[in-house]
């Protein structure tokens, strides 16, 4: 909060006035900016003050234009990533309505009231599918500096019942080294081990309540060995579409030229393509088992698995038990 009526932060109040009122198309007179000190902060100023504080400023390296009136360009975020920040927390699902409001409001405030006017809409936006674990982003915030601290932590991982309220999955607390946060499909995820394993877990951070840092030190990611030559993000992210943990195979999948858009979206770059003709075309991809199950199963007409036969005959059985469901 600006202290008002001290002469000294004249040139911080005018710059404030000068974020929310002028843009590259809207200028400010010096009396509109006399009179908007007013207003808003009850500091009276004349004409020359007004100039010399922006000459000031300008001093200072902020963009102002003192053509046609005054205008504040240059900004932190342009239009355009201001539109981005606000559309990756209004389709964020790892946090609250409340908590999503709230953060709107300040990305808002770092614009002039000329862009808040364009995204007026937002306020008026249905409920969206959030998390409702009121905890989320204080486990976000513990795990954040567990792993910048490089320490164990302990939390309650929890399923939604069907009351819509959290519960435990287990008496126990669950003990993890925590190795990276990542976000997927609009919700963030803990990549991270136990210590009695060998293989990488993921856990939905939306469902972790009660997290707790401990005084242990973290196993070292060399000594996990899916991770002992470090965390390639992008290819263990291709790998594992659903956060599902477990083991990686290479498969050969079926399908049209018509998916590819849907084969780089999901998998990235990181699949070749080993036969084509003008109908079909075979594709060779290193991903999770049950991820890869589960994302057959959603382009089922699509595409087809053709190895490994352990998948494939899987796929068999899921395809007949939903045909059983369908069929009269």
């Excluded at 234009?65 to 205008?71: A, N």
């Excluded at 190795?179 to 293989?199: E, P, S």
Aim: charged share 30%; net charge neutral.
């Amino acid at each position: 909060m600006y202290a008002t009526g001290n002469k000294k932060m004249l040139n911080m109040l005018i710059l404030e006035v000068l974020r929310k009122y002028s843009d590259e198309e809207h200028a400010l007179s010096q009396q509109e900016i006399i009179k908007l000190l007013d207003k808003n902060y009850g500091m009276e100023c004349d004409r020359r003050s007004v100039k010399n504080n922006i000459i000031s400023l300008k001093e200072m390296g902020y963009d102002i234009s003192m053509d046609k009136g005054y205008r504040l360009l240059e900004r932190e975020f342009d239009e355009s990533e201001l539109r981005i920040l606000i559309d990756s927390v209004l389709f964020s699902k790892s946090i609250s309505t409340k908590q999503a409001r709230g953060l709107i409001d300040k990305i808002r405030s770092l614009a002039s009231n000329y862009f808040n006017a364009k995204v007026s809409h937002v306020s008026n936006l249905p409920e969206l599918n959030r998390t409702i674990n009121k905890q989320a982003m204080y486990a976000l915030d513990a795990i954040n500096d567990a792993i910048s601290e490089k320490r164990k932590i302990e939390f309650v991982y929890n399923e939604v019942g069907i009351d819509f309220k959290l519960h435990p999955k287990r008496e126990e607390l669950y003990k993890v080294n925590p190795y990276q946060i990542v976000a997927n499909n609009g919700r963030f995820y803990l990549i991270a081990n136990y210590d009695k394993y060998d293989n990488v877990a993921h856990f939905r951070i939306d469902k972790m309540t009660e997290v707790r840092i401990l005084d242990e030190k973290i196993k070292p990611m060399s000594q996990v060995p899916e991770l002992e030559n470090g965390l390639n993000l992008p290819k263990h992210m291709a790998e594992h579409l659903y956060m599902f943990s477990g083991e990686s195979v290479s498969a050969e999948i079926k399908t049209t030229s018509d998916m590819m858009s849907e084969l780089v979206d999901w998998f990235g770059t990181d699949f070749s393509i080993v036969s084509r003709t003008e109908e079909s075309m075979l594709i060779r991809v290193r991903c999770n088992t049950s991820a890869l199950r589960f994302w057959a199963l959603q382009y089922g007409p699509y595409v087809e698995v053709i190895r490994p036969e352990s998948l494939r005959k899987q796929l068999q059985k899921d395809t007949e038990t939903m045909y059983a469901k369908y069929h009269n």
